[in-house]
């Protein structure tokens, strides 16, 4: 997925819940078990950071966008457009399809006479715990049913600059892969392909929260070169 700056599922915590070590009176003088007792306290904590379940997320871009990005934070108003859910800052869970994201970018950037990072494909990871996806309530499209289909008929059909705006912080479903037809050329019927989760400017998540939301779950910038 591409957000063009030249600036780029969900579920429950899986930790176990333990009872943490009786405290140590203020009186009680220093024993031989006391540091056995801390580290076991701290392999318990290591368990339970292990335990948790993370999902990671990609972002096809430029190169010289990802590291905008990186420096600015990720602004999903950035740049209002008709995509499938809404202006929005678009991630994947499949890493290739990112890639291929990418390279389109790069390659349409080219063709423009755009040379060095803003002509060099980049791929964003972010990797976050599913937990956090509990603070939030969006919408998952698990298939392309009619709902979804109405859902990106709305805002593919919105005029350009959009005026419609997403109500939920992200949406996660399949892409639209007839853009161009659907849903402008009547008859035709939308055609779906691959993995999409969008996140959105709504009224409790300012872009500056998603700047910094992001930014925690930050792992790095794979890129490449085509030539």
Not at 96 to 113: F, L, P, S
Not at 136 to 147: I, L, M, Q, R
Request: proline share 7%; net charge positive; aromatic share 12%.
């Amino acid at each position: 997925m591409g957000q063009e700056r030249q600036q780029g599922d969900r579920r429950h915590h899986g930790g176990r819940q333990e009872a943490d070590p009786p405290s140590l009176s203020k009186q009680a003088p220093p024993t031989k078990e006391a540091p056995a007792k801390k580290q076991e306290n701290n392999n318990r904590k290591k368990d339970k950071d292990d335990d948790e379940e993370y999902v990671d997320l990609y972002h096809g871009t430029t190169l010289a966008a990802a590291k905008s990005i990186q420096a600015n934070g990720v602004d999903p108003d950035f740049k209002p457009r008709n995509m499938d859910f809404g202006t929005g800052f678009y991630t994947t869970n499949v890493e290739d399809q990112a890639k291929e994201w990418a390279e389109r970018q790069a390659r349409n950037a080219a063709r423009k006479g755009v040379r060095g990072d803003g002509a060099q494909p980049a791929v964003i990871h972010f990797r976050i715990p599913k937990s956090e996806f509990a603070k939030f309530k969006g919408k998952v499209f698990t298939e392309a049913n009619d709902e979804w289909a109405k859902e990106v008929a709305k805002f593919r059909a919105d005029s350009d600059p959009p005026k419609l705006r997403q109500t939920r912080p992200y949406v996660e479903g399949p892409m639209l892969r007839n853009v161009g037809s659907y849903p402008k050329t009547r008859g035709v019927k939308p055609v779906a392909t691959g993995h999409q989760i969008s996140f959105h400017v709504v009224k409790k998540f300012s872009a500056s929260f998603w700047g910094r939301w992001f930014a925690k779950w930050f792992m790095g910038i794979n890129t490449w070169k085509l030539w």
